[in-house]
């Protein structure tokens, strides 16, 4: 704990407390959730523990708790956890009903985030406002992934088993006991928080458990009459007691009422310094405007190239190995073939194509993905003046659209100028280096006598090795 100044306490549960800390190098909040490894270890709770931590490193995202670090002592576990400045969801409704606004945009953060973790195989299975936090920007942060799932967690039958959650908040068919989707399950907890938010109430209670289970099993309870009925609906869909007929999130994406509005997406403090800052002139102008001008290239060494190149990235002998976030490719076609190519491709997938001050090219979604709206930069360097390096690289938005994207769209519709990708196995033969040696020797020395193409194919040469290659020879 030499790193954190533990502050106030926050929280505390039978086996951990959560306590408020400060980073000592960086003076940064921080949430501390301390576990006691003594009762862990007594009540055999290490796997869960384990699987707590595996979850919370497996899903980034801005509605949900980031996991900074985890270390441990002889007797402690520590979790450095994003801190929520705003405290619990739970707080904010225990003072009375939300408006309909402000409950429509803590569900779209909520569904945003349910959704990608549905992607990633993850079941958080315990989704109640105790365990939605708001940060100072008032946006909603999923937290305690104590009890979630992994697809890994299914029996043949591809079912979930473990009866877990509040009971107020859980599925029909987790009390059953007879397996559940996990995916279904947390949609329908969505749906009670949603009634919660808008009602101040819980849409099933009763003194005796047993009665309770039974309003649930049957989806039985009433809508205050200030419900609008596009809620109604929305409520009956969401929390239909046959998880083979209720809603998917998908639909509840699609539904009118909850898109209304501006789907909500977080604000991040970057986006409360862009609009606090007096200098917008950087801000992205669209590409293709009358008398607008090329992007400038920027160039390429070869020094640039070689930490370019798969070959000598060295990344992997640190890191874990993760879904890529870019991919590169060579193109002997001139720089404006090039953006015109991909202004094609973005007019195609109906993206929005800007251009930033220092000549990258943006191509923006129009519609919020799981983890945000998908940006892609796409940036063109010139090794020679025949020669071009391209590197697309997603810049926010969720990985494995843009890796999806990439390879059933962007990919596609680059094959015309494409020499060569730098994740391709094959090399080109030595006949083909030759050939492109002698037309590039050619060409220089027809356009340009005075410079000495000898060198310029010797670069081209180690440029096309080094894409190319997959490993260190």
């Known amino acids: 704990m030499e790193k954190y100044e ?62 900074y670090e985890v270390f441990a002592t002889k007797t ?107 995916a279904k399950a947390d949609v329908w907890s969505c749906g009670v928080i949603l009634y919660v938010l808008l009602a101040g109430y819980l849409p099933f209670q009763d003194p005796n458990l047993v009665e309770m289970y039974r309003k649930i099993g049957k989806a039985q309870y009433k809508c205050p009459g200030w419900f609008p009925p596009e809620v109604r609906k929305l409520l009956a869909r969401i929390m239909d007691p046959n998880p083979n007929t209720r809603i998917s999130i998908a639909k509840i994406k699609e539904n009118p009422w909850f898109r209304r509005g501006k789907i909500s997406r977080s604000v991040t403090h970057a986006d409360f310094k862009k609009v606090m800052s007096s200098n917008i002139d950087n801000v992205k102008s669209d590409v293709g405007g009358d008398g607008q001008d090329t992007p400038r290239l920027s160039s390429l060494n070869a020094f640039d190239i070689i930490s370019l190149s798969a070959g000598f990235d060295l990344s992997r002998l640190f890191e874990e190995p993760s879904i890529k976030r870019e991919a590169r490719f060579t193109s002997r076609q001139p720089a404006s073939t090039i953006y015109t190519k991909l202004e094609e491709i973005a007019k195609h997938l109906k993206l929005k194509l800007k251009k930033k001050d220092d000549g990258v090219l ?44 990439l390879n059933e769209d962007i990919r596609p519709g680059l094959q015309d100028i494409v020499w060569a990708w730098q994740d391709e196995k094959q090399l080109l033969s030595q006949e083909q280096m030759e050939q492109q040696s002698q037309d590039q020797s ?32």
């Open 76 to 182: 402690k576990i520590y979790f450095v956890m994003e801190y929520a400045r705003g405290g619990e969801l739970f707080k904010k409704v225990a003072k009375g009903k939300l408006k309909e606004d402000h409950a429509r945009r803590y569900l779209q953060q909520l569904i945003n985030a349910v959704d990608f973790c549905h992607s990633r195989g993850v079941y958080h299975r315990d989704l109640k406002p105790e365990n939605l936090l708001l940060d100072e920007y008032d946006n909603l942060k999923i937290s305690d992934f104590g009890l979630s799932a992994l697809t890994d967690s299914k029996r043949q039958d591809g079912l979930l088993h473990t009866t877990c959650g509040t009971p107020a908040y859980v599925a029909p068919e987790v009390i059953n006991r007879k397996g559940y989707d996990g």
């Open 362 to 405: 943006r191509f923006e979604g129009l519609k919020e993905g799981r983890k945000g709206v998908l940006a892609v930069d796409a940036e063109i360097f010139q090794f020679t003046p025949e020669c071009h390096l391209v590197e697309v690289k997603k810049s926010s938005g969720d990985t494995l659209e843009f890796q999806k994207m």
């Open 6 to 67: 533990l502050g106030r306490l926050l929280g505390q549960g039978t086996f951990a407390k959560v306590y408020y800390a400060r980073s000592i190098s960086t003076g940064e909040s921080v949430a501390i959730k301390v576990i006691d490894k003594d009762k862990v270890l007594q009540v055999g709770l290490v796997e869960q523990i384990k699987r707590e931590i595996s979850v919370m490193r497996l899903v980034q995202h801005p509605n949900i708790v980031h996991l």
């Open 442 to 473: 050619h060409q220089q020395h027809q356009s340009s006598p005075d410079q000495q193409p000898q060198v310029v194919n010797e670069q081209q040469q180690l440029m096309q090795q080094l894409l190319l290659q997959d490993k260190l020879p």
